[in-house]
């Protein structure tokens, strides 16, 4: 039997833990193609089929699973005496995974991330961004940005930002011609944009004031998962728009849309960076939490 190479190895384990070639090839930062010639040769070297593959999903086989048991702790170690050499340097070098909702990507990012990478030269920045919510570890991320009401167990948790909040938000046009709601109740009279997640879902609209909680579902003329699209629309005049108020900070200090009922809307927790707790951090990560723990003095 042929050595395998550790390379292929590692390719192997990256597809088998996101059951795809494609996704695999996007945490990597790699061609799908490239991975595929690498399983090939695997499968080869080893003799033995390691991964069932249909043009709807990748799923190991029963040697492919014993396999990728084993040698996920055996790569990991790998990893981890690779990245101890990384103590030695005056900075370290690696790459950094992140996986983050739109949110963060739009908002928080943009002011901490280049100034990161401009103070950590060795390092290269992977950055994720959808609104699912995954597993970042068994996706092969360092870490995730979550809110609070996300955030998973036994993780730890660093604040990324102060506090944000929603905002409704609507064209002057719209709110000369329809008038301004000055209660939570009466968005149900008037149309409005929704935000749709990739799951299919959309989030109610949530107000509070003196201990009250309203929540609701209104209707109207777009549904989108496109951010962009909700703004230009809410300008144009279709109706309300609820989202975070970083999305539209340009356009309202521009004139360009006002808010209303904003003593309903208090703010909330900023998102957070988080990690497994563990012993051994890698390089990038530990460099990337310090300095934001240094931001948020």
Same mark, same amino acid.
């Given at each position: 039997?042929?050595?395998?190479?550790?390379?292929?190895?590692?390719?192997?384990?990256?597809?088998?833990?996101?059951?795809?070639?494609?996704?695999?090839?996007?945490?990597?930062?790699?061609?799908?193609?490239?991975?595929?010639?690498?399983?090939?040769?695997?499968?080869?070297?080893?003799?033995?089929?390691?991964?069932?593959?249909?043009? %709807?999903?990748?799923?190991?086989?029963?040697?492919?699973? %014993?396999?990728?048991?084993?040698?996920?702790?055996? *790569?990991?170690?790998?990893?981890?005496?690779?990245?101890?050499?990384?103590?030695?340097?005056?900075?370290?070098?690696?790459?950094?995974?992140?996986?983050?909702?739109?949110?963060?990507?739009?908002?928080?990012? &943009?002011?901490?991330? &280049?100034?990161?990478?401009?103070?950590?030269?060795?390092?290269?920045?992977?950055?994720?961004?959808?609104?699912?919510?995954? +597993?970042? *570890? #068994?996706?092969?991320? +360092?870490?995730?940005?979550?809110?609070?009401?996300?955030?998973?167990?036994?993780?730890?948790?660093?604040?990324?930002?102060? &506090?944000?909040?929603?905002?409704?938000?609507?064209?002057?046009?719209?709110?000369?011609?329809?008038?301004? &709601?000055?209660?939570?109740?009466?968005?149900?009279?008037?149309?409005?944009?929704?935000?749709?997640?990739?799951?299919?879902?959309?989030?109610?609209?949530?107000?509070?004031?003196?201990?009250?909680?309203?929540?609701?579902?209104?209707?109207?003329? *777009?549904?989108?998962?496109?951010?962009?699209?909700?703004?230009?629309?809410?300008?144009?005049?279709?109706? *309300?728009?609820?989202?975070?108020?970083?999305?539209? #900070?340009? #356009?309202?200090?521009?004139?360009?849309?006002?808010?209303?009922?904003?003593?309903?809307?208090?703010?909330?927790?900023?998102?957070?960076?988080?990690?497994?707790?563990?012993?051994?951090?890698?390089?990038?990560?530990?460099?990337?939490?310090?300095?934001?723990?240094?931001?948020?003095?």
């Amino acid at each position: 039997m042929a050595q395998p190479d550790l390379a292929d190895l590692d390719a192997f384990t990256a597809v088998a833990r996101a059951r795809s070639f494609r996704g695999a090839a996007n945490i990597r930062g790699v061609s799908a193609s490239s991975l595929s010639e690498a399983l090939r040769r695997l499968e080869a070297a080893l003799g033995v089929r390691l991964l069932n593959r249909t043009t %709807r999903s990748v799923t190991p086989t029963e040697a492919g699973e %014993r396999l990728l048991a084993r040698l996920t702790p055996a *790569l990991a170690d790998v990893t981890l005496a690779l990245d101890e050499v990384n103590a030695y340097r005056d900075s370290p070098v690696g790459v950094l995974k992140l996986n983050v909702p739109g949110a963060a990507a739009r908002i928080v990012l &943009p002011d901490l991330i &280049p100034r990161f990478l401009a103070a950590h030269p060795g390092v290269r920045a992977e950055v994720t961004v959808e609104d699912s919510f995954v +597993d970042v *570890l #068994a996706a092969g991320y +360092d870490a995730g940005i979550r809110y609070d009401e996300r955030l998973e167990k036994d993780m730890i948790a660093v604040p990324l930002s102060g &506090p944000q909040r929603f905002v409704v938000a609507a064209s002057p046009a719209y709110l000369a011609t329809n008038g301004r &709601p000055t209660h939570p109740d009466e968005v149900l009279a008037h149309p409005c944009i929704r935000h749709r997640f990739p799951s299919g879902g959309s989030y109610a609209w949530e107000f509070e004031k003196d201990g009250q909680v309203i929540r609701v579902s209104p209707e109207g003329p *777009l549904v989108t998962g496109c951010v962009e699209l909700e703004i230009a629309a809410a300008e144009a005049g279709l109706g *309300l728009l609820a989202t975070f108020e970083g999305f539209v #900070a340009q #356009a309202i200090a521009a004139g360009r849309l006002e808010t209303v009922l904003d003593d309903w809307l208090p703010p909330f927790s900023g998102p957070y960076l988080y990690y497994p707790s563990r012993r051994h951090m890698p390089a990038p990560l530990r460099a990337f939490v310090d300095f934001v723990k240094a931001e948020r003095r």
